[in-house]
């Protein structure tokens, strides 16, 4: 009997056709970042103060700029960084019987405390647009109303949460390639309707409608990846599809600079999907999976035509070509708490990809309530990311996988720490601390992900994935509110709090297996009792292949 991992060897690990279906994945990545972090342009607050039809009529009359009419017309107020100018409140003023143009100072009422009277912004806001617009703008989302953009982030995650365990599932029970298609068609429709909102309520809707297959697609993709290579390209494969994210970290502020209407913004995030329905026609459909539900000849026929295209011949084994997996053929949530180790595995990797999102996501979010031109910070912030593919490639190759997943999430955690401590006119200082603590959390990031799938067997991997990132979502819906509820009380104290998640992160990733060099598990037998399987496997290994290859390059180690 002949497992995959051993055709691989024969059909090529990482040859043309692998290569074919990598490149097409790795644009999948790019517009799943877009809408991820889109919110950022999407719904950018600019400065913003009551409007006051009266006050509009004067600003005409006598010729101010909206800078002026700020100056004269609204209250100071004391906040956390010093003075500043109301953006919920205006003086309780009739400005056409109290102001003049040469004489701006309007004669104030005051209450019984010798307080000038306020009163909310009860005619709407004037926005300093720059430009731009954004749902914020159109709906009027800010001062009491301000929680909705937070929703309008968490919603999403919400549908990445829920969308993640159906799709994880639906790849598991019914295939890697239908479960792809069918999140894509579904992105392609519900990012058209976001785009088209009427109204916030609708907003709302459609966009956890959209958060619904995204994600899970996305998961989908990277597992089918991992399947179709062998052992020793797994781990580049793995953080070159998630550096495409990256890519789409620095295309996304250009996009926004040249489409600086949202819903604009949304139609040119979603439009890439529709051209991912052609891959129907370009990819194959998992053949760890189809050995997994007994359906033998599809994958012969697969690894056949994997060798034709390679430029590789197989040998007759591969007629003999089966799944050792002894579990029950339909995934099930229990098989990722049965048994200790799998358990184990199971918390753990549920709070680093909780940690990684809130982190992540937090740094990010953060760039929109500092100040400062947020298209440069952002791109930035995408430059950074960009090491972090590489050390990963470079230390995960002499290091394993524990050790570097441990020392990014804990430089990510002590970044984040020091950070929160350096004033602020030290600003280059914090700037450079803040893109160590940005590069530690995306390596965490990045890592998660492709460890997650190498920890569990073929016949429930894509569930696993699926359902240890509901975390990273659970993790997406906590953040906006931990960022800004937390900012307004210290502006550096969602920093604390993410230094000390990432520290807990890493201390915990500790006590997870070393994977590297080792082939896919590919029953539950193989996590529980790892080293009894790989000396099976490295038997088998060893009578399929000619005895001058297993000299130079043992599969199953690095």
Same mark, same amino acid.
């Given at each position: 009997m002949t497992n995959f991992d051993e055709i691989l060897v024969e059909a090529g690990e990482f040859g043309r056709f692998q290569k074919r279906v990598f490149g097409l994945f790795c644009l999948v990545s790019m517009p799943w970042a877009c809408v991820y972090v889109g919110i950022v342009f999407q719904g950018f607050t600019p400065e913003h103060w009551?409007?006051?039809?009266?006050v509009e009529d004067l600003r005409g009359k006598c010729g101010w700029t909206l800078e002026e009419e700020r100056k004269y017309t609204v209250p100071l107020i004391n906040t956390t960084t010093g003075p500043a100018y109301s953006q919920c409140q205006r003086y309780d003023v009739?400005?056409?019987?109290?102001?003049?143009?040469?004489?701006?100072?309007?004669?104030?009422?005051?209450?019984?405390?010798?307080? %000038?009277?306020?009163?909310?912004?009860?005619?709407?806001?004037?926005?300093?647009?720059?430009?731009?617009?954004?749902?914020?703008?159109e709906f009027n989302l800010v001062c009491s109303d301000a929680w909705m953009v937070d929703l309008f982030q968490s919603i999403l995650n919400l549908g990445f949460l829920v969308g993640t365990i159906v799709m994880g599932y639906?790849?598991?029970?019914?295939?890697?390639?239908?479960?792809?298609?069918?999140?894509?068609?579904?992105?392609?429709?519900?990012?058209?309707?976001?785009?088209?909102?009427?109204?916030?309520?609708?907003?709302?809707?459609?966009?956890?409608?959209?958060?619904?297959?995204?994600?899970?697609?996305?998961?989908?993709?990277?597992?089918?990846?991992?399947?179709?290579?062998?052992?020793?390209?797994?781990?580049?494969?793995?953080?070159?599809?998630?550096?495409?994210?990256?890519?789409?970290?620095?295309?996304?502020?250009?996009?926004?600079?040249?489409?600086?209407?949202?819903?604009?913004?949304?139609?040119?995030?979603?439009?890439?999907?529709?051209?991912?329905?052609?891959?129907?026609?370009?990819?194959?459909?998992?053949?760890?999976?189809?050995?997994?539900?007994?359906?033998?000849?599809?994958?012969?026929?697969?690894?056949?035509?994997?060798?034709?295209v390679n430029g590789k011949t197989l040998s007759k084994k591969v007629e003999t070509l089966t799944d050792d997996n002894e579990e029950l053929l339909s995934p099930s949530f229990l098989d990722l708490v049965r048994t200790p180790k799998m358990r184990k595995h199971t918390f753990i990797l549920m709070f680093n990809w909780f940690t990684s999102a809130v982190v992540y996501q937090g740094l990010i979010m953060r760039l929109g309530i500092l100040g400062g031109n947020v298209y440069i910070d952002f791109l930035i912030s995408g430059v950074v990311e960009f090491p972090a593919a590489f050390l990963i490639i470079v230390t995960i190759e002499r290091m394993g996988r524990r050790i570097p997943f441990t020392l990014s999430n804990v430089v990510s955690g002590a970044a984040c720490l020091i950070?929160?401590?350096?004033?602020?006119?030290?600003?280059?200082?914090?700037?450079?601390?803040?893109?160590?603590?940005?590069?530690?959390?995306?390596?965490?990031?990045?890592?998660?992900?492709?460890?997650?799938?190498?920890?569990?067997?073929?016949? %429930?991997?894509?569930?696993?994935?699926?359902?240890?990132?509901?975390?990273?979502?659970?993790?997406?819906?906590?953040?906006?509110?931990?960022?800004?509820?937390?900012?307004?009380?210290?502006?550096?104290?969602?920093? %604390?709090?993410?230094?000390?998640?990432?520290?807990?992160?890493?201390?915990?990733?500790?006590?997870?297996?070393?994977?590297?060099?080792?082939?896919?598990?590919?029953?539950?037998?193989?996590?529980?009792?790892?080293?009894?399987?790989?000396?099976?496997?490295?038997?088998?290994?060893?009578?399929?292949?000619?005895?001058?290859?297993?000299?130079?390059?043992?599969?199953?180690?690095?």
């Open positions: 009551c409007r006051n039809p009266a009739d400005w056409n019987s109290t102001i003049s143009c040469g004489s701006p100072q309007p004669n104030f009422t005051f209450n019984h405390g010798n307080h %000038v009277l306020l009163t909310t912004c009860q005619d709407g806001w004037v926005f300093d647009y720059k430009q731009r617009s954004s749902f914020v703008t639906v790849a598991d029970r019914y295939g890697r390639k239908l479960c792809f298609l069918a999140s894509t068609l579904a992105n392609a429709i519900t990012g058209i309707l976001v785009a088209i909102s009427p109204n916030y309520i609708a907003l709302v809707i459609f966009r956890g409608l959209f958060g619904l297959p995204i994600k899970g697609g996305w998961v989908t993709g990277y597992v089918l990846l991992t399947e179709l290579v062998g052992v020793d390209y797994r781990r580049t494969v793995g953080v070159i599809y998630q550096m495409f994210f990256s890519v789409g970290i620095l295309i996304l502020p250009l996009i926004a600079y040249l489409i600086p209407n949202w819903r604009w913004l949304q139609v040119a995030i979603t439009v890439p999907y529709f051209f991912f329905l052609l891959y129907y026609w370009w990819i194959p459909e998992s053949p760890r999976w189809l050995l997994s539900q007994n359906r033998t000849s599809e994958a012969v026929a697969l690894a056949k035509e994997i060798s034709k950070a929160a401590v350096i004033p602020e006119y030290a600003y280059w200082v914090k700037t450079v601390i803040a893109c160590i603590g940005r590069l530690g959390i995306t390596m965490a990031f990045e890592m998660v992900c492709f460890v997650n799938a190498e920890l569990y067997p073929t016949f %429930v991997r894509n569930l696993a994935v699926s359902v240890c990132s509901t975390f990273c979502d659970i993790g997406g819906i906590v953040c906006p509110f931990l960022l800004y509820r937390l900012a307004v009380i210290w502006l550096e104290l969602p920093l %604390v709090v993410f230094g000390i998640l990432a520290f807990i992160a890493g201390g915990l990733v500790l006590l997870l297996p070393e994977t590297k060099g080792m082939p896919l598990p590919e029953t539950i037998d193989d996590i529980e009792n790892p080293k009894r399987t790989k000396e099976t496997k490295n038997h088998q290994l060893v009578t399929l292949l000619p005895s001058d290859v297993t000299t130079n390059k043992d599969c199953t180690s690095v």
